[in-house]
């Protein structure tokens, strides 16, 4: 597996990572986490990334995570459902990284992503001061943003975030654009979500109300969908080698599926003429599509 540098944060990482996010699926077992896990390790991820709101995500990555601790980089995402603290409060994101230092069984926690908030609140002050202050601490190694559009803009600029995560994939462009080449050149480490665009392609008629219907839309409207054979090769290419891309975050509760993942990341990027295809493909509506949150 390729590694790269996370921006300047002095962390290595898996070109392509692991997103935790489906440990917590009803029918996957405590025995069945674990053994994703292993497998994932052994495929050569050494990211994986979960969150606060991923339900047992967690619990579970931290019943894995001692024995492995010194080979691998962990992410999570804090700012809210903290009891006794309002959401989006210094409280909140202390009382989460606290949580996840339990939870994760873990005495630092490599990066940590204020998860998606608005505008208002990074620019009041108050979590990225909790965030910042639990680095000094030493409890958190890099202080992150993860999120879309205007915010993510305001935390590639702030001069404070030394990781960002943000959806990077074939109908999700926007941040490649606009955000990231520059913050690499700041040595910012991104994290692309999303690689796989929740594998809308899957669906033969729209679907409606879940994550992928957006990009099912937007993938039609691109037209290009006929020229593809290899979905998750083309799109997990596309996503881990995008410009300014540290690493790409596959979210899978399937060791097959991840291991398709890599495969096809270890094939190295897309050839420059399909690559073009895609970028041209969604510059025609790159004034309309916004990241998708």
Request: glycine share 10%; with cysteine.
């Amino acid at each position: 597996m390729l590694t790269r540098p996370l921006g300047d944060s002095g962390l290595s990482v898996s070109a392509l990572g692991f997103g935790a996010g489906h440990l917590d699926t009803a029918d996957l077992s405590d025995a069945d986490a674990q053994a994703l896990l292993d497998h994932a390790f052994a495929l050569g991820v050494t990211f994986f990334d979960t969150a606060r709101g991923y339900g047992a995500s967690e619990e579970r990555l931290g019943r894995w995570l001692p024995q492995h601790r010194d080979e691998v980089v962990v992410s999570t995402k804090v700012g809210y459902d903290v009891p006794g603290h309002e959401d989006w409060t210094a409280g909140a994101v202390t009382g989460g990284v606290e949580r996840a230092l339990r939870l994760l069984r873990t005495d630092v926690i490599d990066v940590v992503f204020l998860h998606s908030c608005d505008l208002d609140v990074l620019e009041r002050g108050e979590v990225v001061e909790a965030l910042l202050a639990c680095r000094e601490k030493g409890t958190v190694r890099v202080p992150g943003y993860s999120g879309e559009n205007a915010e993510l803009a305001w935390a590639a600029e702030a001069g404070v975030f030394g990781a960002l995560q943000t959806s990077v994939n074939l109908a999700d462009q926007r941040s490649t654009r606009e955000v990231l080449p520059g913050a690499a050149r700041r040595g910012i480490g991104a994290v692309a979500k999303r690689p796989l665009a929740n594998v809308a392609w899957r669906h033969i008629e729209r679907p409606v109300g879940t994550y992928g219907e957006t990009y099912w839309v937007r993938l039609r409207e691109m037209g290009l969908a006929p020229m593809v054979d290899d979905w998750v090769g083309t799109a997990a290419r596309f996503a881990a080698f995008s410009s300014g891309v540290d690493t790409a975050i596959v979210g899978t509760s399937r060791s097959e599926h991840l291991a398709a993942a890599v495969e096809a990341v270890d094939r190295g990027p897309l050839p420059a003429v399909e690559r073009t295809r895609w970028d041209v493909a969604f510059a025609g509506h790159a004034d309309e599509w916004t990241g998708e949150i």
